[in-house]
């Protein structure tokens, strides 16, 4: 026996050594895998492996029915049917692969109808409340690039280092509402710090800095490079900005998709400018640095059948900029900033006596709304709310971004043009910002509805029931689903409203309710990417609400609550509910005390209320606090 498996061997070329190997090891793996947990057929790696495993599964089945009509041995006979039963395993896990709803035959949808216009829930945040700013510059794309082999759409002569560099200059301006890039900045800093308590103050040097973008192809070698992720452009963008703009030294930046590769396509373009820069992925190999994970399962997430520990440079940042793609997801629906996050949290669960899942991205999909069990519903409890809370996530965002410079189809990004207007048959060479973590998710989304409206229905996915369940349930507790209480950090700390979520008006106008006067909801500025464009000052500069002695009392109040402003400079008071309407507004001076009435002065129900102080002629933010009315 032995002798005849070296000849065998022998008369084998290495080419068809190493099919066997690769066969006989995609089979293997695919079935210990798939055979306890079938819905495991769907992850990336046994995508990659069942190519593999086919070819070679078909390869044995030719050559067994050959010997199974020449020559009928037994043994012969029994490797047939040895084989026929794989095949049957195989098909069966096939079968149950394709009957799920990721494989997008059976999903249900929601009609357009389904989604109210100017309808805002939660409260907007950022400097200009609600805002989400989107650049578009279409000579920032390629229109005619192939995406064939020496010509994809990550090459600098598909994409245009400079406009790309411009785009993000605007965006950051018009977040700022400065004219000057640096004083903008300065702006969007002094915003965040001051709503986490630092008091009014921008960036203090030492404090560092992680950027999450996404690398997601990089978990698959079949995904190939036509497929679509961060755009390489944008992350040395980015990069300057920080470095070149806020003095950011480099080696206080973490960038990169923590347990993804950080290719070459990225290496290459971004170390040989800074190459102080921490470039984080899975592996540490080739000069990148290995994600560190924190020793302690920090995020626990609200329906607590799960936790996940941290990447450790996360909790030693001062800041988070997060960065997704524009993109569709075949079993979230959309994957933006909120989904994002997913690359950042590690399971250590081990399944079947296996060593604990190193990257997390399928394990809390139990939670999208196109989940691997096949059961979707509204109203269900909604990982991504967590990510968008938790202290060491969203709590620590400074900025959103999403890089909409090309589009994708699905988690894999199969870059597509735009038929919508003003994309016409173009790609849609736009950014999105927004300090909103709520609104930005709010704003492309709409954009994702327009495309998809008219695509095939096993590819409409934006439109699956349930895809706002998490905008909704981040934007106001009032939607959260029963028996869930949003705490990721466990500590009995309850989420409060993480912005605001809205639908505009329509998709040729694109207007949101403050851009209508209408409401407290989203405001989108659209501008184009030219440097000299003129763009004078929205704001003379934020008032240090240090420099005067806030106070509310007593907070949580019955009866009425006393506002103090000490200076006595006169203020717009506006009171708004978790729902983002203004239930109450008036002029102070120095002080005034507030009974829990509304406008019209019909008493207010008790629960959790927001209070906004802005100054009187140019509407600037001075401060903000939440008060809580115990009236029963």
């Known amino acids: ?31 210990i895998r798939v055979i306890p947990k079938p819905s495991r057929a769907s992850y990336p790696c046994m995508r990659t492996s069942a190519p593999f495993m086919s070819a070679f599964v078909l390869y044995l089945i030719g050559l067994a029915s050959t010997v199974y009509l020449f020559k009928e041995k037994k043994g012969r006979l029994f490797l047939l049917k040895g084989v026929l039963a794989i095949v049957f395993v195989v098909s069966l896990l096939i079968s149950f692969r394709s009957s799920t709803p ?51 759409w990550y090459m600098d002569k598909n994409c245009n280092q400079a406009i790309v560099d411009e785009m993000l200059s605007s965006g950051i301006r018009r977040m700022g509402g400065k004219a000057n890039i640096a004083e903008a900045w300065d702006g969007v800093f002094k915003y965040f710090n001051n709503n986490h308590g630092k008091g009014l103050v921008g960036y203090t ?43 950011v030294p480099q080696e206080d930046i973490w960038i990169g998709d923590n347990y993804r590769l950080f290719r070459d396509d990225y290496w290459t373009k971004c170390h040989s400018v800074y190459p102080n820069v921490h470039y984080v992925d899975g592996t540490g190999k080739n000069g990148r640095e290995q994600t560190k994970p924190s020793a302690d399962q920090i995020l626990v997430f609200s329906d607590k059948k799960e936790t996940s520990s941290l990447p450790q440079h996360y909790l030693d940042a001062a800041y988070l900029i997060n960065m997704p793609c524009m993109k569709s997801h075949d079993a979230g629906g959309i994957t933006l900033a909120a989904k994002n996050n997913q690359g950042a949290v590690l399971s250590y669960k081990a399944e079947n006596g296996n060593t604990p899942a190193k990257q997390s991205a399928y394990y809390m999909h139990y939670a999208l709304p196109n989940p691997p069990d096949g059961v979707q519903k509204t109203d269900q409890y909604r990982h991504l709310v967590d990510y968008m809370g938790h202290n060491e996530l969203g709590g620590k965002t400074l900025l959103y971004i999403v890089d909409g410079l090309w589009a994708g189809r699905n988690w894999d990004g199969t870059v597509e043009k735009w038929q919508m207007t003003p994309f016409n048959n173009d790609y849609p060479s736009s ?13 492309c989304f709409d954009f994702l509805l327009k495309e998809y409206a008219t695509k095939a229905t096993n590819v409409k996915f934006p439109y699956y029931v349930g895809v706002d369940d998490y905008m909704k349930q ?15 950090e466990d500590d009995g700390t309850l989420l409060k409203s993480l912005g605001v979520y809205e639908h505009w008006n329509n998709a040729t106008d694109k207007q949101y309710s403050r851009n209508l006067g209408i409401g407290n909801g989203i405001e989108l500025k659209k501008y184009g990417a030219l440097a000299t464009d003129n763009y004078q000052n929205e704001i003379t500069g934020l008032v240090n609400p240090k420099s005067v002695d806030y ?9 009425s609550i006393r506002i103090d402003a000490g200076d006595g400079q006169t203020l717009n008071l506006n009171i708004y509910n978790l729902k983002g309407e203004n239930v109450f507004n008036t002029l102070m001076n120095r002080t005034y005390i507030w009974n829990g009435i509304s406008q019209n002065g019909a008493s207010l129900p008790g629960g959790i209320y927001l209070i906004r102080l802005t100054e009187k ?3 600037n933010l001075v401060w903000t606090e939440k008060i809580i009315c115990n009236k029963r």
């Open 1 to 31: 026996m032995i002798l005849r498996i070296k000849k065998f061997l022998g008369s084998l070329s290495r080419t068809k050594i190493a099919f066997f190997i690769i066969g006989i090891g995609s089979t293997v793996w695919f079935l």
């Open 102 to 152: 990721n494989s997008n035959q059976t999903a249900l949808l929601v009609d357009a109808s389904y989604f109210q216009a100017n309808d805002p829930k939660g409260v907007a945040q950022g400097i200009f409340p609600g805002r989400v700013v989107w650049v578009h510059n279409p000579d920032a794309t390629n229109a005619g690039m192939t995406n064939k082999s020496g010509d994809y």
């Open 205 to 247: 040097p030492g404090e560092t800095f992680a950027i999450k973008i996404n690398l997601t192809n990089s978990c698959c070698s079949s995904v190939g490079t036509a497929k679509m992720d961060a755009s390489p452009q944008m992350v040395l963008g980015i990069l300057k900005q920080l470095i070149e703009v806020v003095k």
């Open 431 to 443: 950014l999105f910002l927004s300090q909103d973590a709520v609104a930005i998710e709010s704003v």
């Open 474 to 488: 981040a934007a106001d507790p009032a939607n959260w689903p029963a028996g869930i209480q949003y705490d990721p």
């Open 551 to 559: 106070k509310l009392y007593p907070n949580p109040f019955t009866e």
């Open 617 to 619: 002629t140019s509407g």
